[in-house]
């Protein structure tokens, strides 16, 4: 038996004997670690969801399963939790998983206006913060520091704040959030948040506030953070705004209309990514046997990155999701990682993976995510396609088709050519498709 036995009435009963001992001691006699991400909402109360979910099978058979015994996240937990009714709220989530109703967050954050906010961004974003450094770290509580020093493990991070007039948007707030900082009609750059608290003496450190103004209130350093130079119209019309919006102050989206920027951008947090089980969280290290006679030598696995934002695949995804009008592109995680677009249409399910330039090396990168990503589809996908900025050389174009995969290219701006795999070769090839593992 496992957690897809796990009943409603099994977790009830777990959020109660959480309720009575107390979130510390219910992790701490259970072997768990408080959830980074995935929090599963029940009567106006916050749980780690990996944490019930795993107890919760003591009520199945009688044995509670430990951390260890099962991945948590987007491709497990998740669904288990939102089949059985409950809430689940996360960073980074998808309509591909189960209908869940997660609750993505997206901080649209003004950035590089005044003097003082350009002075802000060269000094924390444009480069590390060293936050072991006495001057930062004798102004941290344990708990910040050790959630920093967790999440940034060379003590170095990027941070941004804000004041305290902010505190009710930024309460809900946390890992793995996104945040686009804003400047000039541009998003400027896009971030990951990573550690995010309240700490007014830490902040007046990093930076002092002038005399008479309003020191910065909540802390959060960045997991990720990349450049980027996209228009506040492109912006706009991901969030369902008036294209000349302006984007005067801080914003903190969720749900649909936060979801629509992240998957319309392209965003891939790594806290996506480690609960998905694509990616091992800091401080974990997962160990796989070397598979040699007469040693007991381990190795580490390590996941392949995947980029919290690609700007030319990005523009490319937004400008072919624009011709769609029968369906709507969503996204799911999966332990291969977060696809570039999943879609539900009039001829069946379809996954596409998006590259930015038509040489081999990226035919090739398509063609393995492709086939990596269609073991973890929600269903049955009827087709696998590649979409590309031109057309591929013939060379390129018959290693997809041998594969049965789809090629869709730009011929011209808002226009896109199908060039389909021959139905053989499509047909053969869906068996592989299929195959799920056990």
Known sequence: MGIADVTRDNVLQTLAEYDDLGGEVFLANYG???ARSYLLLHDGRRYDSKAIVGVAHRHVNGRALGSGDFSGGAA?????????????????TGE??????????LLVSPAFGSAESRQHWKDTLDQTVSFTESKYADKLTADQLRRLTELHPDGRSRFWGARSSHDGKMTEVTTGNVVLFTGKNHVRAIGEVGAIFRNSS??????????????WHTVYSLRQFVSAEIPYATLSALLGYKLNHQYPGQLVLSGEQAQAGINGLLITTRTALEEAGAETPPGAVREMPVERQHTRSTTVERAAQQLLFNRDESALVIEFCG???????IRFPSAAGICDIYLNGPEGRELIEAKSRVERGYVREALAQLLDYARYVPDQVARLTALFPKPLAPQERDLLHH?????????????FDRDPAPDEARERMRGLWEWREL
């Open 323 to 329: 011709t769609l009008t029968d369906t709507k592109a």
């Open 32 to 34: 768990f670690k408080p």
């Open 76 to 92: 497990t937990v998740v669904p288990v939790l939102t089949r059985l009714g409950f809430r689940v709220e996360g960073p980074q």
């Open 403 to 415: 594969y049965g995969i789809d090629i869709i290219h730009r011929t011209a701006p808002g226009v």
């Open 96 to 105: 591909g998983l189960a209908g869940s109703a997660f609750m993505a967050r």
């Open 202 to 215: 830490f902040a007046d450190v990093m930076w002092p506030p002038k005399p008479g103004s309003e020191s």
